[in-house]
DNA sequence: AACCATTACAACCGCACAACT
DNA sequence: GAGTTGTGCGGTTGTAATGGT
């Protein structure tokens, strides 16, 4: 379809920035692939809209994450798992792009989670698609730190992989009601049934 | 000052699903 | 119903920035 090397890759620069916003603001978001049809911008449509939902968005909060961002993404991710984009959907600002990000440089560290123990190298796991099989599976550390009730959820790859999480919030609905415009507090749902204590996980945190 | 290692973040890739034709 | 397109997600990689020697 995509001829190979029609679209440019890598940093975006401001020029292109600016082209994107543009389009943006004359269109709207969506139909992402007639951005390079209609701007002439040398990027494929998939890279527009991360572009746009990770760094452009007037949303989207940058620089350091606040001690209160991180307790919430730690335990969010007790409870939720890898699942990302429902975690950055409970951090105001953040994309999951940056939850995602902050999370493996820094918080995964902290709580001395290994992602794979047996690629002991920092950048070098084996990059087989057979970890979509078990990601789920934390490791011993972030087990230890699952203190939670999750266990009783159906885990999200249980359903599937990829966009299971569609599948998996609608079936949690009744639980935790995740997505729906006024939610329920996960975080009371966390403290009152869950009795997730991060006193053990925050003690050295800066 | 120069080099190397590490960190932090931006971006890409492949897959899956829903909507549309 | 089958094929195509658009979108979203999570994992992974690339690279600029920073720190240490």
Same mark, same amino acid.
């Given at each position: 379809m995509e001829e190979k090397s029609e679209y440019k890759k890598g940093l975006w620069s401001a020029e292109e920035d600016s082209i994107l916003m543009e389009y943006v603001r004359k269109h709207? #978001? +969506?139909?992402?692939? $007639?951005i390079p049809k209609v701007t +002439? %911008? #040398? $990027?494929c449509g998939k890279s527009c809209r991360l572009r746009w939902i990770n760094? %452009? /968005? &007037?949303?989207v909060k940058r620089g350091r994450f606040s001690d209160q961002e991180n307790d919430l993404i730690i335990r969010l991710h007790n409870l939720l798992g890898n699942r990302w984009s429902l975690i950055a959907g409970r951090v105001p600002g953040r994309t999951d792009n940056q939850v995602k990000n902050h999370w493996n440089t820094h918080l995964s560290k902290k709580l001395g989670i290994?992602?794979? &123990? @047996?690629?002991?190298? !920092?950048? !070098?796991? @084996? &990059?087989? #698609? /057979?970890? $979509?099989?078990?990601?789920?599976?934390? /490791?011993q550390a972030q087990d230890q730190v699952m203190? @939670? =009730? @999750?266990?009783a959820l159906p885990s &999200? $790859?249980?359903?599937? =992989? +990829?966009?299971s999480s569609r599948f998996w919030q609608c079936h949690n609905n009744d639980h935790f009601n995740l997505h729906t415009p006024t939610p329920v507090n996960v975080l009371d749902l966390l403290d009152h049934d869950h009795h997730v204590s991060l006193d053990f996980v925050w003690h050295g945190f800066a």
């Open positions: 709207g #978001k +969506g139909k992402w692939n $007639r +002439g %911008l #040398k $990027r760094y %452009l /968005s &007037p949303g290994i992602k794979n &123990p @047996t690629a002991h190298s !920092s950048q !070098s796991q @084996t &990059p087989s #698609k /057979s970890s $979509r099989d078990d990601d789920n599976s934390h /490791s203190m @939670t =009730n @999750t266990d &999200p $790859r249980d359903y599937g =992989n +990829g966009s």
